[in-house]
T-cell receptor
């Protein structure tokens, strides 16, 4: 299995809702990542997990809460989002070091 | 956040033409990666470069890691319609600073 699987593919949520994005990989990768991508812009790093521990938080607002329950799963919990948080949220994994990242297809999030 | 400068911003070419794009940074990277992203999908890794001066090919694609470690280029020869997409360079610091930073992207359109 050489894929990163993200669910759901699309999500519409209100500003008072709580929702979660899920990411799964079975490549044995020890590092997992969340990126945010606005239309026609490059992906921007949000969080890095290494060996299931949060190692980098790129000053992301607390309404985004990451969680790594085990080495194969990565969640992003969403609460009280704003319309400007609407974007494509990408999950990626890697072996660590300088290895290339494998990306999922993303979750298209719309906040209304 | 930090971004790499990628040029050109967009290219509109005829099928069969060769394409060249490049990426520059003020920072030194340990690894340069080139990704392609199609609408509604995550970035897909095309080529990874690990040593300064390295020249690597993947089919019709050729990429080089600049000697200064602050730049890279990607060439596509004999373009075809399925080459359409956004091409991103990405620089990786490696080691304890496990961060992959993306370039601003080059939109490629190929006319049959």
């Amino acid at each position: 299995d050489t894929e990163v699987t993200q669910t759901p593919k699309h999500l519409v949520m209100g500003m008072t809702n709580k929702k979660s994005l899920k990411c799964e990989q079975h490549m044995g990768h020890r590092a997992m990542y969340w990126y945010k991508q606005k239309a026609k812009k490059p992906p921007e790093l949000m969080f890095v997990y290494s060996y299931e521990k949060l190692s980098i938080n790129e000053s992301v607002p607390s309404r985004f809460s990451p969680e790594c329950p085990n080495s194969s799963l990565l969640n992003l919990h969403l609460h009280a989002l704003q319309p400007e948080d609407s974007a494509l949220y990408l999950c990626a994994s890697s072996q660590g070091g300088t290895a290339g990242y494998t990306f999922g297809s993303g979750t298209r999030l719309t906040v209304v | 956040g930090q971004q790499l400068n990628q040029s050109p911003q967009s290219m509109f070419i005829q099928e069969g033409e060769d394409v060249s794009m490049n990426c520059t940074s003020s920072s030194i990277f340990n690894t340069w990666l080139w990704y392609k992203q199609e609408p509604g999908e995550g970035p897909v890794l095309l080529i990874a470069l690990y040593k300064a001066g390295e020249l690597t090919s993947n089919g019709r694609l050729t990429a080089q890691f600049g000697i200064t470690r602050k730049d890279s280029f990607l060439n596509i020869s004999a373009s075809i319609p399925s080459d359409v997409g956004i091409y991103f360079c990405a620089g990786h610091y490696g080691g304890a600073t496990n961060k992959l930073i993306f370039g601003t992207g080059t939109l490629l359109a190929v006319q049959p």
